[in-house]
């Protein structure tokens, strides 16, 4: 991943970790590793915990970043997430959320969606 990828998503993912907050989310864990893949935030939403991925783009000319969550994707975001609750010995509910970012070219936030349960197990 180049250094100017790594800077968006590291932009989205601050911009998503505090539209979660303000929505009434902790945040339990950010940058989430195992073999299977990433978690890019942990979050608890009213008992439920939430595995977050966040998409950021700059304009639509590659697609929404709602569109970008492959079923492949998919598939390393619930064996991850399973891996989590695992490891960890959570007992309660939990989902697979999506916040999709979309910035403008000089980097202003333009749209922030929040997408929950978007995967299923």
Request: hydrophobic residues 45%.
């Amino acid at each position: 991943m180049t250094t100017a990828r790594q800077g968006l998503g590291a932009r989205g993912e601050l911009l998503a970790a505090a539209e979660l907050q303000r929505q009434g989310y902790t945040i339990r864990a950010t940058n989430w590793r195992c073999r299977f893949g990433e978690i890019d935030l942990v979050g608890e939403d009213a008992g439920v915990l939430a595995f977050v991925e966040v998409r950021t783009r700059r304009g639509a000319a590659f697609g929404t970043p709602e569109e970008s969550v492959t079923p492949a994707k998919q598939a390393r975001l619930v064996a991850t997430a399973q891996t989590y609750v695992q490891t960890t010995g959570w007992t309660g509910a939990w989902r697979i959320d999506v916040v999709a970012i979309v910035l403008d070219h000089a980097g202003h936030l333009q749209r922030i969606t929040v997408l929950q349960n978007v995967v299923g197990e």
